[in-house]
Antibody, heavy 119, light 111 residues
């Protein structure tokens, strides 16, 4: 069974940093692109970042470029999101997700971790 | 980048059929696969359709997906509606520069 378990969310002041982690199990982690998607309170889903199988390709939504860094450790079967210079508008539930075989979208989602940025 | 526009809400009675649309603002809907996600209140999203019309294992065949080039839109159709289908539904497709684009979401009420 595919499982994605996020951790690391919490309350942080504006301008601060936070590192999210996602522990993967139930599949060969190194074979799949991985992603972060977020959802602000009461709002829709927003793609944040993607990373390819060996970490050599990374893509970000414009609003987080230069502030967030996606990374992975295939030996630990873990995905990360380093978030710096956090803003109030980054407040959201952050979901770890596995990209499907065509990398067109997501096939499995984690349960999410809440990040709250106070101003 | 293009936008994916969904109706804000739809409602239908149990046992009936409902279709949720997702219209692409520019470029062809057929040029990139469309996915659909279901999010029940208080829960994480789950995938109910991928690559336009492929159902993940465990998703009932009451769910079907299609694309219509004439209207430049994708659709998610749910037949034999059940109260458990009440949720928010999001479409998503592949955008420019290796990005993903989500629609704004549709709230389905089964009344």
């Amino acid at each position: 069974e595919v499982q994605l378990v996020e951790s690391g969310g919490g309350l942080v002041q504006s301008g601060g940093s936070l590192r999210l982690s996602c522990a993967a199990s139930g599949f060969t982690f190194s074979n799949f692109w991985m992603s972060w998607v977020r959802q602000a309170p009461g709002k829709g889903l927003e793609w944040v970042a993607n990373i390819n199988q060996d970490g050599s390709e990374k893509y970000y939504v414009d609003s987080v470029k230069g502030r967030f860094t996606i990374s992975r450790d295939n030996a630990k079967k873990s995905l990360y999101l380093q978030m710096n210079s956090l803003r109030a508008e980054d407040t959201a539930v952050y979901y770890c997700a596995r990209a499907g075989r065509a990398v067109a979208g997501i096939d499995y989602w984690g349960q999410g971790t809440l990040v709250t940025v106070s101003s | 980048n293009f936008m994916l526009t969904q109706p804000h809400s739809v409602s239908e009675s149990p046992g009936k059929t409902v279709t949720i649309s997702c219209t692409r603002s520019s470029g062809s809907i057929a040029s990139n696969y469309v996915q659909w996600y279901q999010q029940r209140p208080g829960s994480a999203p789950t995938t109910v359709m991928y690559e336009d019309n492929q159902r993940p294992s465990g998703v009932p065949d009451r769910f079907s997906g299609s694309i219509d080039s004439s209207s430049n839109s994708a659709s998610l159709t749910i037949s034999g509606l059940k109260t458990e289908d009440e949720a928010d539904y999001y479409c998503q497709s592949y955008g420019s520069s290796n990005s993903w684009v989500f629609g704004g979401g549709t709230k389905l009420t089964v009344l």
